[in-house]
């Protein structure tokens, strides 16, 4: 109890230095460009209206008909799904960047992976604006009492990928290789968590494989949430906190188990 | 706190192991490969072995030793950056690490942003960098540079500018590691000046040095590391006449293990 009750404590004393770093990330990664933060709106949606054009007009057959709504259903997959990888890689790649610092003064090392997660979170919540958009553009019905909803998955999507941000950054140390393995699956990830395909039109084995993908029930509750207006399943809510909870406890443990000997290995 | 003649800092039986890079797995192929050739190597080093000192509230405290003698091995334990791997320290105090100037810069911000990015690295409240911000400015002498990028910055004005942010706060430990061997004569002099400030507000500092006449000057007690061993630890005079005396022959050679 009271190491936890210390953990907190240091949190507390390091919040500014997880504000500073967010805000950091933020100005470089725009300096130098001409329309700036515009492009956090940007980018997903030109992203998106490339895979509209893609799944909408040439490949039509594959992703069936009948997605009510397609263009607003891919980009909150998109998003989602980009939100995830993103959180993931970065923080991935977090502890050891940041090892001319951790070398030479004592921080709370998880600070950086959390930092990552946080920030990428901000990108998605930038990037819905592109979503709003999207949503008035294509007058897609949006049900508010059930839209507000869709905070839920999104938070146990970033403590989803915060989990798993932790484990994969305390990997890296000592074995690089995970970066590509990571990078693969992802890939292979973004194709079974129906980003552009309604999934009850798969044969019954595929759509067992979907329904075992967390990434799956988050964008699917978020979806239900804000543009089928339905709000969320019992099964939805079980799901996705499971995962979230099982992701974090698995995180938590293997980082601390290993963050000793990170100065060692940087 | 003070009063009662507790140590600010215990090193107690501090040993810290490092298992010596002779092959280093980055991927999971070079793992394996080593594996078939007769197994995982390691060849371990005692950077320190079994040092034990106590630094008492007020201390001006040296350290010195050749390279590789553990002296910032050591700095870094106390700091919290290692973990030792047998012994305990204990740190009575909040501590401002100058192991290596400017670690928390992040060359691609300016010099005001790095004021408020380092500082949280060390712990303070942005309020509380609102309020050291023109002590910072006016000590590193920076003011007509506060907005340009570091990287555009000489390596003697980013030491500045670190020294100014890690002493801007009258911390209980200050931990200096050969930093004023950076920055001109005059900077030099401005930052023993700042150390002999704090020490006099009850700040006890620890300075590693490889100028003896430095460490003379400015330190009242010292310990002197031989390949991680403490070799011998005392008043200033005593420790660096034997020091001045010494032979590389009559090192202690560092303590060595190798396993399967």
């Known amino acids: ?266 | 706190m003070r009063d009662n003649g507790q140590p600010i800092i215990s090193i107690d039986h501090v040993s810290m192991r490092f298992n010596l890079a002779k092959e280093k797995h980055e991927s999971l192929k070079e793992y394996f490969i080593a594996l078939l050739h007769g197994g995982v190597r390691f060849d371990e080093f005692f950077a320190l072995s079994d040092v034990s000192l106590d630094i008492m509230p007020g201390d001006f405290y040296g350290l010195i030793g050749l390279n590789g003698s553990g002296k910032s091995t050591l700095l870094k334990i106390i700091s919290g950056v290692y973990k030792p791997s047998s012994g305990k320290v204990t740190v009575r105090g909040t501590i401002a690490p100058l192991i290596e100037l400017g670690a928390g810069f992040d060359m691609d911000l300016t010099a005001r942003e790095n004021i408020y990015l380092n500082g949280t690295v060390l712990g303070y409240t942005p309020k509380y960098i609102d309020s050291k911000f023109e002590d910072i400015v006016e000590f590193s002498e920076l003011r007509d540079f506060l907005d340009v990028p570091l990287k555009n910055y000489s390596s003697g004005m980013v030491a500045r500018l670190a020294f100014a942010v890690a002493t801007m706060t009258k911390p209980d430990i200050l931990i200096a590691d050969e930093i004023l061997s950076v920055g001109d004569f005059l900077f030099q002099q401005k930052c023993e000046k700042r150390m002999a400030e704090l020490m006099s507000g009850g700040t006890t500092v620890i300075l590693v040095s490889h100028s003896i006449e430095q460490i003379e000057r400015m330190c009242n007690k010292v310990a002197w590391l031989d390949h991680g061993h403490l070799r011998r630890n005392g008043p200033t005079a005593e420790v660096t006449t034997e020091y001045r005396h010494f032979e590389k022959k009559d090192s202690i050679p560092a303590d060595r293990e190798t396993s399967n």
């Open chain 1, 1 to 266: 109890m009271q190491t936890i009750k210390n953990y907190f404590a240091g949190f507390w004393r390091y919040r500014y230095l997880l504000q500073n770093l967010i805000t950091r990330d933020f100005k470089l990664k725009y300096r130098r460009s001409v329309l700036g933060v515009a492009w956090s709106i940007l980018n997903p949606l030109l992203t998106c209206l490339v895979m509209f054009l893609v799944f909408d007009a040439i490949v039509r057959g594959l992703r069936g008909e009948g997605i009510p709504n397609f263009a607003a259903f891919l980009l909150i997959g998109q998003l989602l799904f980009n939100f995830f990888r993103e959180s993931t890689s970065m923080a991935m790649e977090s502890v050891l960047k940041n090892a001319p610092l951790l070398r030479k003064v004592y921080i709370p090392k998880y600070i950086f992976p959390m930092e990552k997660v946080c920030f990428a979170l901000v990108n998605c919540l930038f990037s819905f604006i592109a979503l709003i958009i999207v949503l008035v553009i294509t007058r897609t019905p949006v049900t508010f009492a059930t839209a507000w909803m869709a905070l839920y998955p999104l938070i146990m999507l970033f403590f989803f990928g915060l989990g798993i941000g932790l484990i994969l950054s305390a990997l890296y140390v000592f074995v690089r290789d995970i970066m590509h393995i990571w990078e693969v699956f992802c890939t292979l990830l973004s194709y079974a968590s129906a980003i552009f395909y309604d999934p009850d039109m798969m044969v019954e084995s595929v759509q067992r494989l979907i329904h075992i993908n967390p990434l799956y029930w988050y964008i699917t509750a978020f979806r239900s949430c804000v543009i089928w207006g339905e709000g969320l399943t019992v099964s939805m809510l079980v799901v996705c906190f499971f995962c979230a909870a099982l992701s974090m406890v698995l995180g938590i443990v293997v980082f601390k188990k290993n963050q000793d000997k990170f100065v060692l290995y940087m």
